[in-house]
T-cell receptor
Framework: NAGVTQTPKFQVLKTGQSMTLQCAQD?????MSWYRQDPGMGLRLIHY???????DQGEVPNGYNVSRSTTEDFPLRLLSAAPSQTSVYFC?????????????FGPGTRLTVT | AQKVTQAQTEISVVEKEDVTLDCVYETRDTTYYLFWYKQPPSGELVFLIRRNSFDEQNEISGRYSWNFQKSTSSFNFTITASQVVDSAVYFCALSVTEFGATDKLIFGTGTRLQVFP
């Protein structure tokens, strides 16, 4: 099993550009989520999904869109990048449709918006 | 409010010292889970432990131990005889429920532990 994979590892965007951060897992996990990690802020939840076709907002959803058309994939879209979105983004998954299980994290995507 | 506080931003110790990382939480839920994750310099997040609110037994795993006290809303993590490989950022996390929404996981701001040889 590859676990949770994220692409790209690094990305530099100009303000106003859009892009999609990819996240995939091959563990047949129902629960997937996106976090951003900023210095001194810990990890903050952006969006999450408890199964294919179901998504919901976390703490900091503004400026981001998600969809979950398959169990395996949970892409995060930045519609119009802003410098405030410079961060490290982590995708995570867990077996059940809840947060009560161990979360498996991807390696992260480091995004810089200039 | 539901939140996790890790008041220690950074801790430095010398190898073989014992070190305790503090985690204090606030929740209105009667059922909840607490977690610890480790983020080594390579950047990935690694699960260490999960504890539910009904299980206040302390847990020991090798050099790691956890002390869960509901009376003080704390879930502290102790590393005994620390090693350089323990150098990492450690995050405490809490599951939260919200009326009309799916349960979420919230993280503390992390404690950076540096272990010097």
């Amino acid at each position: 099993n590859a676990g949770v994979t994220q692409t790209p590892k690094f990305q530099v965007l100009k303000t106003g550009q859009s892009m999609t951060l990819q996240c995939a897992q091959d563990m047949n996990h129902e629960y997937m989520s996106w976090y951003r990690q900023d210095p001194g802020m810990g990890l903050r939840l952006i969006h999450y999904s408890v199964g294919a076709g179901i998504t919901d907002q976390g703490e900091v959803p503004n400026g981001y869109n998600v969809s979950r058309s398959t169990t395996e994939d949970f892409p995060l879209r930045l519609l119009s990048a802003a410098p405030s979105q410079t961060s490290v983004y982590f995708c995570a998954s867990s077996y059940s449709g809840t947060v009560y299980d161990e979360q498996y994290f991807g390696p992260g995507t480091r995004l810089t918006v200039t | 409010a539901q939140k996790v506080t890790q008041a220690q931003t950074e801790i430095s110790v010398v190898e073989k010292e014992d070190v305790t990382l503090d985690c204090v939480y606030e929740t209105r839920d009667t059922t909840y889970y607490l977690f610890w994750y480790k983020q080594p310099p390579s950047g990935e997040l690694v699960f260490l432990i999960r504890r539910n609110s009904f299980d206040e037994q302390n847990e020991i795993s090798g050099r790691y131990s956890w002390n869960f006290q509901k009376s003080t809303s704390s879930f502290n993590f102790t590393i005994t005889a620390s090693q350089v490989v323990d150098s990492a950022v450690y995050f405490c996390a809490l599951s939260v429920t919200e009326f009309g929404a799916t349960d979420k996981l919230i993280f503390g701001t992390g404690t950076r532990l540096q272990v010097f040889p």
